[in-house]
């Protein structure tokens, strides 16, 4: 299974979910996930990096790992 990093991964997941929003007058201040993500370290170019991505399956497996769970919370803040 190929892994994005987390940063790129949470990225796309923002973006997604502002996406869906729908009309431009509506404005997100703040947004919290609970997700279940799959992850990994891998050495790329002598470092380490957190990798991680969304299960492709609802359906595991006896073989698949169960998924970590990640919360993220993004909150619009104002600027120094």
Same mark, same amino acid.
């Given at each position: 299974?190929?892994?994005?990093?987390?940063?790129?991964? !949470?990225? &796309?997941? *923002?973006?997604?979910? !502002?996406?869906?929003?729908?009309?431009? *007058? %509506? @404005? =997100? =201040?703040?947004? #919290? !996930?609970?997700?279940?993500? &799959?992850?990994?370290?891998?050495?790329?170019?002598? #470092?380490?990096?957190? !990798? *991680?991505?969304?299960?492709?399956? %609802?359906? @595991? =497996?006896?073989?698949?790992?169960?998924?970590? @769970?990640?919360? %993220?919370?993004?909150?619009?803040? &104002? *600027?120094?």
């Amino acid at each position: 299974m190929h892994r994005r990093e987390l940063s790129d991964m !949470l990225t &796309d997941v *923002a973006q997604a979910v !502002l996406a869906g929003a729908g009309t431009p *007058a %509506v @404005r =997100t =201040t703040s947004m #919290e !996930l609970a997700l279940p993500v &799959d992850v990994a370290m891998e050495s790329r170019h002598g #470092e380490l990096v957190l !990798l *991680a991505e969304l299960p492709r399956f %609802v359906y @595991r =497996t006896s073989f698949d790992l169960p998924p970590s @769970r990640l919360r %993220v919370m993004w909150v619009e803040r &104002d *600027a120094p």
